[in-house]
């Protein structure tokens, strides 16, 4: 016993002599504290035992099995410690000392504080944010909580706001609208005759306004970073998205209960499966939440890892306020939360099916989940269905019956073809021709084009004229086959003549299938075999944007990929034709090109063989397009599954299987066996526990006051702010909790208070960020807000609720890294439901601060640059809503009941006599027309500083 | 009534101390509400700016910039490679060297080779410091552009024209700090010049040659209007501004609109280039009154950073039609010709006027080509991350060297290899930033634009 004791001594004072210094001084700046290299840490017993990537570092008594020892001695330049440049081997004395030390079995007395991931154990389970929440003192209100600080900062707070600042305030903050100037107006005199109800009948009249979800909405899209496109590297249209923009919009207004809220964007559709359809389809929908997530990459399926850090990274933050996201690649570095944590929720979601919008390698989106049941899809789909197989299976055998007969003819047209012209049309490229051939009748010329090398198939515009050159100066030109496609192939030509569409990779094949409408556009008509091959026209007088620009009255062909497309024309004439006209790249940035040949084939039974086979002919009326079926871009449950540790967060090395489960801190509960993906008990944590309460209090106070009670809204981790108020943001979240997580209840409670109904001040020196709130911030207009009060402004605003964008039809999709999906569209409905894309900013919402399309945004920034106020000089939107306030104002009977009125839209108050003054003669001096005038007075007043911010 | 501003009252208030507040005022606006102050870097630093040329698509290293004898000997022979782009391609299942097209010569005092197709730029490599060891993460033009422009190869960050913007501040308030001039826009779209979680005063401003080459920038009532009704905005303004006790978020926008008037003067200053002689037009190969091409987007750079903008960027062309030479090889040749001339007389013209002395000029492109291909006599070349060139320039780069080599055939950066990242790194410390000190605090984490992997100052290529 004594030996053991003394031997344990000498150990020790071997480590702490030889050992410890060696370690600090060599090893200590890359393998300790929060600097983990490799994964290793060399400054606590554990850190070694457990070891790096490749494993334990040390085997206590076998130092030649040591890995560490391995490095320190060199041996292998792959495998050598300390790196040359951070000093290189390290002395003889010192390896041998490591090895004794190891031989000894490495005693070692550096015991790490138990730790989860970044935080010590007994720290974690203290931490503030995680504790329950406490009993809601009944007898207190949040204007004691927040005068006890101020009282003790000697602080005074600023007196209450007068009524019109108080209503703008309010009006704005509410429904993202300013009130107009009778409701400011009889707001006054409520509150002088019944200053007790009159604030409580505005919150009620805002809080019922439909326009209170879309602002309240707005605030939560940008915490899910919501947007209108897919973001992976064509940017793709995410074409039913916005019914969860409407949904959170809904949501809002009919105050959804909080914790449902939760619950229904992670499993919506699992909480209704057996309810009735409407709140089945509305379940379905709220997963939207999920599906809106980022994509990434060429081929989203194979970045997949990076969607679900996407999801991870979001739902931590925007309910827990937990950066999960950072537990990828090995354990929080700060807070309670582990790798294991991180796989344990990457198992639920890569146990869902995302939609998935598509991509450049895999252009049909798919897996939109139906919001009808599944018995009325069939309803629609099958009678669609049969009659779709009816036909094909007419056409198969059609083609099969053909087929002898085509070889026939092309036997017949073998030797003697004869290639008068070929070329390539390089992207976007025309190449023009001219020729002369002799024929006789019967005798084909035939212009086919081809896909260009392995790059597949374009859109091609033809311009092709054939003339006979003496004689009677007979003429064709495709152009005569624009306006009536549709009349036949083989198609009857003047003079005898006759055109053929042919496929003609082998054996000339005529192209059958016959489409009265492209894209539900009657003007696009055209003649194929499925989707391509075709010939296609555009009849109408303009051009029309499909997948592609398509001249006015043109005549265009598309090869398939790998399969040619032909125009034949027979000749009706013996005698020498002239061949003129161009083939062009109608689609340029559509692919790489491509080429064409004109043949002509010196037979005279050809074309009479090609005519015989096409009179035989019946063409395939393609069936009306597929019943409409309403879908949401949402999630379903797939397979369920664990996932495995990505070690280093490389999904191409997998390590451990990780059981799906809740955050170890909040409880770890598992995912029950045979529960499904486990979103549905996610949902249910998160929603339970006291983190969501605390998080939406606070976001909800900070969306009234500019800043929440803890500033950094999305983190409540180590790194985040300590609460400004911690009592009162547990008050809050208690109260929340009890009225049934009622976000209405919270306004109600948050707007009836003196502190939020104070005047606005600049900050004092003692509290420069206003942290006390001893006054309220004056805030600008968020870009939203602005752009609606613009055409609030100007009458033009359409408060009706926004649909779908009007995206290009799927179907004409071509989108690629090359040329990914790009377009702003204007509308005067609430800007909240502007599209929105993730890889290009829309240029307003961008240059005045709006929500990050990419990342959740917790509170918008404010900054001020003069390209801002180039927009208020010159920018033809503004422009033309003073246009449109100042054409309202001409009505009026003179100048002075304009500049009341325009006062009373804008500022929501009389002028002063110096205002009116002032307007009168910057009207008598400038030097325009009346109407121009006013204008220009307008645009002063829309671009000032009182339109634009809130007191 | 006020009598109208005039022009000189306008400018002299934007470039000047204003004559619209006082000085406390004043002061409150310097130190809080103008996040373009220019600021002091970490050290003293020679380049005080940067022309940023990036060329879209990948340009082919091996028929460039990196000479390789035995890609010329080995032309046709199969090889083997783990390479991102040809795994599991069907096709591709056999590879061979494939030889470059272009000859190589030594040029300048330093002897640096570079191939026919950048006779120009050939002639200035005594100024140049060549990197032939670049490499990439990732072989898609989306996420190795983005790389390239904001060191993230998925994630939306900031660019690295919002860092340095952020860092620095500029001087010339009459024009954005961050410039990005473009005729199309790259792969990525917006966000090759996005300041994401920088605030949004860091953002580039996209110029597109042209009539009006920044929105809402050209005037749309004559000037005699204008000031009347900013006049009349300033008084409105002042007297809200005066309940408010002079409110800085309200004193500063007040302020953004002496400077957007300034810019409404001189942004088409900067890109008027009537004064320019006609021998600097010529040599950049540009004809009197043109508004586009590659050399009216390099005259115009040289004329900003002469104002005091602090990064220009210049980006040749879009995501089609660009150096993603898959088809054929020879579709470098216009792209080369378009920016070789323009780019050399670039370097001469900032050399000649002593802006190269504090100017910092960057060449480059997202990835490399590939030195083979499915079968020998392809015409075209595909991605290559592994290896590319790219090159510096002008203010503490020390010229006429070249830093790293790639192996014999040009398919991996062999000699100290400089990743996308440890070019950043350079680019930064040559504008006296520790790149990791240029940090953001967002979301509870320090940002930087090299990121959490390690990264390295390129030392050798520094004067």
Known sequence: MLLCLKVAAQDHAFFESKVRPLLVEHCYECHSGEKTKGGLALDTKQGWEKGGDTGPAILPGKPDESLLIKAVRYHDKDFAMPPLKKGGKLPEQAVADLVTWVKMGAPDPRVAAAKIAGMKADEAKAWWAFQPLPKPDASKTIDDFIDVSLAKAKLMPAGPADPRTLIRRMSYDLTGLPPSAEEAEAFATDLIRHPNSAIQNLMDRLLASPQYGVQWGRHWLDVVRYADTAGENTDRPLMHAWRYRNWVFDAFNRDLRYDDFVRMQLAGDLLFNQSESKQRAEGIVATGYLAIARRFGHDIDKDMHLTFEDVIDTLGKNFLGLTTGCARCHDHKYDPITAADYYALYGIFSSTRFAFPGCEPKGQPRDMVPLIPQAEVDALMKPWQAKNAKLEAEKTKQLQANKAAEQVIANLGGSSSKVVFESKVAEGASVPFEYRVRVRRGEVVQLAVLPNANHGADSTLIEWRIAETDGMKRAWSVAELVPELMKGNPYPANDGAMWCFLETTTAPVFLSDQRQSINGNSDLKSWSLGSEPSVFVNSADQQVMVWTTLAAESFFVHPGPKRNVAIAWMSPLEGEVALTGRVADAHPSGGDGVAFQLKHIAVPQYGPALAELGANLKPTVMPEPMPVIPVAYAVVDTKAQNARFHQRGDPEKLGDEVPRRWLSILGGEPVPAGSGSGRKQLGDWIASSPLAARIMVNRIWEWHFGKGLVRSSNDFGARGEKPTHPKLLDWLAAKFVETGFSVKAMHRLILSSQVYQRASDLPSAVDPDNRLLAHFPRRRLTAEEMRDSLLNASGQLDLTPAGAHPFPAEATWKFSQHGPFNAIYEMNKRSACLMVQRQRRHPFLSLFDGADPNATTAARQTTTVPTQALYFINDPFFHAQADALANRLMSLADDDARITSAWRILFQRQPTAAETQRTKSFLANYPASNADKWTAQLRVLMASNEFLHID | ?463
């Open chain 2, 1 to 463: 009534m006020n009598p109208p501003l005039n022009r000189r009252h306008f400018l002299c208030s934007a470039t000047a101390g204003s004559l619209l507040f006082p000085g406390i005022v004043q002061q409150l606006l310097a130190e809080s509400a103008d996040p373009l102050a220019p600021k002091m870097p970490h050290f003293p630093a020679k380049a005080k700016n940067v022309i940023f040329l990036f060329m879209t698509g990948g340009v082919s290293h091996v028929d460039s910039f990196d000479p390789k004898p035995e890609l010329v000997k080995g032309h046709g022979k199969e090889i083997k490679a783990d390479h991102p782009e040809i795994k599991g391609r069907p096709g591709y299942e056999r590879i061979y060297l494939k030889r470059p097209q272009w000859d190589f010569a030594k040029h300048g005092q330093c002897g640096m080779e570079v191939s026919t197709l950048f006779p120009h730029i050939a002639g200035c490599v005594d100024d140049i410091a060549l990197i032939r060891s670049m490499h990439t993460s990732h072989s898609n033009h989306y996420n190795a552009t983005l790389g390239m422009h904001t060191g993230s190869f998925a994630q939306s960050r900031p660019s690295i024209g919002s860092w340095v913007t952020y860092g620095l501040g500029t001087p010339n308030r009459n024009l954005p700090g961050f410039v990005v001039i473009a005729p199309k826009q790259t792969y990525a779209g917006t966000q090759v010049f996005a300041s994401d979680f920088l605030p949004g005063a860091y953002q580039g401003t996209l110029v597109v040659p042209g009539a009006e080459p920044i929105a809402n920038v050209a005037p749309r009532l004559p000037a005699g209007r204008q000031q009347l009704e900013l006049a009349a905005l300033r008084q409105m303004n002042a007297e809200h501004l005066a309940t408010r006790a002079g409110d800085p978020l309200l004193a500063a926008r007040m302020q953004t609109f002496e400077t957007a008037f300034g810019m409404q003067m001189a942004v088409p200053d900067a890109f008027d280039f009537k004064q320019e002689a006609d021998a600097t037009l010529a040599s950049y190969g540009l004809k009197r009154g043109q508004t586009t091409g590659f050399g009216w987007q390099c005259l115009a750079a040289r004329r900003l950073v002469e104002r005091g903008v602090r990064f220009v960027e210049l980006i040749d062309t879009g995501s089609s039609g660009n150096w993603d030479a898959h088809g054929d090889m020879m579709t470098h040749v216009p792209l080369a010709k378009n920016v070789d001339q323009p780019i050399a007389a670039l370097l001469r013209d900032l050399k000649q006027r002593g802006l190269l002395e504090d100017t910092l000029v960057v060449w480059t492109t997202e990835f490399g080509r590939t030195p083979f291909n499915n079968t020998a006599d392809a015409k075209g070349r595909e991605h290559h991350p592994w290896a590319f060139s790219s090159w510096l320039a002008g203010a503490g780069v020390k010229p006429g060297m070249v830093h790293g080599a790639t192996d014999e055939i040009g398919l991996r950066a062999s000699v100290d290899p400089v990743h996308v990242r440890d070019f950043h790194a350079t680019i930064l410390h040559l504008m006296g930033f520790d790149h990791e000190k240029l940090t953001f605090r967002h979301a509870g984490l320090d940002f930087r634009l090299t990121g959490v992997e390690e990264s390295h100052i390129v030392k050798e290529v520094l004067a």
